[in-house]
């Protein structure tokens, strides 16, 4: 006898909220249903919560029921789930999200994507320059959130200087963007 279907829609409202239904096929017997295959998307340091809700067979809701909330693997540095459900990405790649209830345990895919920007490390080379105006640099810039994965694609950056004058635009590619330095 099968107990159903466990999946993640993505955030249904604007604090990032997922919704995971836990349902009867029959009396004394729940299963856990959510419509699809979907992966939940989580950005490193932004929580999302999971929540569930009960329903009887004949789709009544059933109150008071509490899920025991874990990730697969059990340890991993992807993210952490507490007890109130609340998922909080860390490293870039994929993972489960584990909800039991009772006997009832089912997984949801969960996809970490990097967070915000949150620093840069720069690289000048040649490292040396003379300030004749001819000399250039090449900088190049890597972008990390605040768990080190390196930044999405498309991320932008402002250079700005008093040493000379910087050239080049664009945005992040791999977590780089690269500049010029005149002097």
Known sequence: DTL???????????????TVTFTPRRAGVAQIIVAGNITASARAGIPIT???????????AILGLSA????LPAITDKGTIDAAGVF???????????????????????????GPLYRASIVAGPTTILADGQQAATLLVTL???????VSDGTPLTL???LGTLAGSGSSVSGRVFRFLTT
Do not use: C, H, M
């Open 68 to 71: 025991a909330w874990s990730t």
């Open 88 to 114: 909080t990405g860390q490293k870039i790649g994929a993972l489960s999200v584990v909800g039991r209830v009772g006997e009832i345990t089912k997984s949801a895919p969960v996809a970490v994507a990097p």
């Open 4 to 18: 159903g279907n466990f999946g993640a829609s993505r955030a249904v409202d604007a604090a990032g909220v997922l």
């Open 160 to 162: 700005t200087t008093s």
């Open 50 to 60: 999971f929540t569930l809700e009960g329903r009887d067979e004949n789709e009544n």
């Open 144 to 150: 990390y959130d605040a768990y080190d994965n390196l």
